[in-house]
């Protein structure tokens, strides 16, 4: 009865290979999100789907395509894949509506994605 | 751009003590929310805590409380009868009424000492 689940859990690869991670809730949410969280801890969010419409694409480089086939899948693709790109990578979701205001609620989280660079 | 600042990159705590994490944040909006998440070395991000700027009443979950201060724009957690379990990365995080966006603090590392 997992609420968000991410596959895979770890992925290594080479430079340059192009990677995607599955993300899929059954929580019956309207928005999912991609954050990626670097060596430091430190957390940011890279992209949001409300509805499988995009709503936040942050600084991100092209290399990084989301794709929302479905209000409870949001997968992130990854080309060319550099060093850099090392990092845990969390989806997340939210219900519209419940809060004060339209996207305003509680985000949960999935277990991560630790990618490897090498 | 709003801000949001954790100024102890590690905290420690005797069991079955309280500690106090400090969270501060920068911002011109009025209605806002503020969460604490906990990132046990699981890794998995869960939620602690969650306080809507415009209820005055402070949240609490069980050992959990915060304590808002909204004109000193602060948001502390206070963990009571700190157990092994509770050692973990927590995160503050800060979403604009209206918004999507959560901008996290830097987190803070809490040891609980046996």
């Known amino acids: 009865d997992t609420a968000v689940s991410q596959t895979p859990k770890y992925l290594v690869t080479q430079m340059g290979n192009d990677k995607s991670i599955k993300c899929e809730q059954n929580l019956g949410h309207d928005t999912m999100y991609w954050y990626k969280q670097d060596s430091k801890k430190f957390l940011k969010i890279m992209f949001s789907y409300n509805n499988k419409e995009l709503i936040i694409n942050e600084t991100v480089p092209n290399r990084f395509s989301p794709k929302s086939p479905d209000k409870a899948h949001l997968n992130l693709h990854i080309n060319s894949l550099e060093l850099g790109d090392s990092a845990v990578y969390f989806c997340?979701?939210?219900?519209?509506?419940?809060?004060?205001?339209?996207?305003?609620?509680?985000?949960?989280f999935g277990p991560g994605t630790r990618l490897t660079v090498l | 751009a709003q801000t949001v600042t954790q100024s102890q990159p590690e905290m420690s705590v005797q069991e079955a003590e309280t500690v106090t994490l400090s969270c501060t944040y920068d911002?011109?909006?009025?209605?806002?929310?503020l969460f604490w998440y906990k990132q046990p070395p699981s890794r998995q991000m869960i939620l602690v805590i969650r306080?809507?700027?415009?209820?005055?009443q402070n949240a609490t979950e069980n050992r959990f409380s915060v304590n808002f201060q909204k004109a000193a724009k602060s948001f502390s957690l206070k963990i009571s009868d700190s157990q092994l379990g509770d050692a973990a990365m927590y995160f503050c995080?800060?979403?604009?009424?209206?918004?999507?966006?959560?901008?996290f603090g830097t987190g803070t590392r809490l040891k609980v000492l046996a």
């Open positions: 995080a800060y979403l604009r009424g209206g918004t999507y966006k959560y901008i």
């Open positions: 911002t011109s909006e009025s209605d806002y929310y």
């Open positions: 997340a979701s939210s219900q519209d509506g419940s809060g004060r205001y339209i996207g305003t609620d509680t985000q949960y």
């Open positions: 306080q809507e700027a415009y209820k005055q």
